[in-house]
């Protein structure tokens, strides 16, 4: 085995070993907020499998407390176009942007009831 092949074998093995260490550090479950507007769904999984590591977001755009933003009273979606919160990568360039795709996040109520109870809806008054 060469030197070579020695390093990109070992690279790959600490890569590896870093993914699952990230993986393993972040909630399983999606974060659901509910303020201004219900139904909007954040995975930790699905940015983690792209290789995000934790420290890009927090705690410069959110802090560890999940939902704590949704407290703060610019934690609107105009905020998100100037690039605050998830606007800060959803900007067209390193990810859709925030102003696209807007059932990706967007759930809404009913999407929030479907997840809540594994699939399916309430169907009181319907």
């Known amino acids: 085995m060469t030197i070579r092949t020695l390093l990109i074998t070992a690279v790959a093995a600490l890569s590896l070993a870093a993914g699952v260490a990230i993986a393993a550090s972040y909630p399983e479950a999606p974060i659901i907020y509910d303020k201004p507007v219900k139904g909007v769904i954040f995975s930790h999984k699905t940015h983690a499998e ?15 407390q999940a939902k704590k933003a949704q407290q703060n009273v610019d934690f609107v979606m105009d905020s998100l176009y100037k690039g605050k919160y998830c606007g800060a990568c959803h900007n067209g360039s390193l990810a859709f942007a925030s102003n696209t795709r807007c059932a990706t996040c967007h759930i809404g109520v009913k999407g929030e009831e479907r997840y809540k109870n594994g699939g399916k809806t309430d169907k009181k008054g319907h």
């Open 50 to 64: 792209k290789g995000l590591a934790c420290d890009m977001c927090h705690n410069h755009l959110f802090e560890q």
